[in-house]
């Protein structure tokens, strides 16, 4: 993880991290899995003003992500949860494919 990365969720707000005497940030561990949520959101492709607004809901607490969400943000996140769905599909079918080419290959080969 780059501190460039560190500096920008920071800046976003997605991540708050605590600060030594000097200055220095301290990212707690409660903080670095939370930048690995945030990563693997980025990752799949959710972006960052949707990941600001559901990462409360993702995070553990026992206050954390109880208030009211907006419908056009449900709309949203279901959204990317059906085109990360139709991904997955695509990738398993891929996967499917590739176990059957190296079965096949297994019994003609070396």
């Keep these: 993880m780059s501190a460039r990365s560190l500096r920008f969720y920071e800046d976003e707000g997605l991540i708050v991290p ?4 000097n200055g ?3 990212y707690c561990r409660s903080t670095i899995n939370r930048v ?5 959101l980025l990752e799949s492709g959710l972006p960052v003003r949707l990941i600001r607004e559901v990462l ?4 553990d607490g026992p206050e954390v992500g109880t ?5 056009d943000f449900l709309a ?3 959204s990317y949860r059906a085109r990360l769905a ?3 599909a695509v990738l398993s079918a ?8 190296l079965h096949r290959a297994r019994q003609h080969g070396p």
Aim: aromatic residues 8%.
């Design 76 to 78: 949203e996140v279901r």
């Design 36 to 40: 690995l949520v945030i990563r693997s």
């Design 56 to 59: 409360p809901h993702l995070s």
């Design 18 to 21: 605590g600060r030594f005497d």
């Design 86 to 88: 139709d991904r997955i």
């Design 24 to 26: 220095y940030r301290d």
């Design 94 to 101: 891929q996967q499917s494919a590739l176990d059957a080419f």
């Design 67 to 71: 208030g009211p969400l907006d419908a």
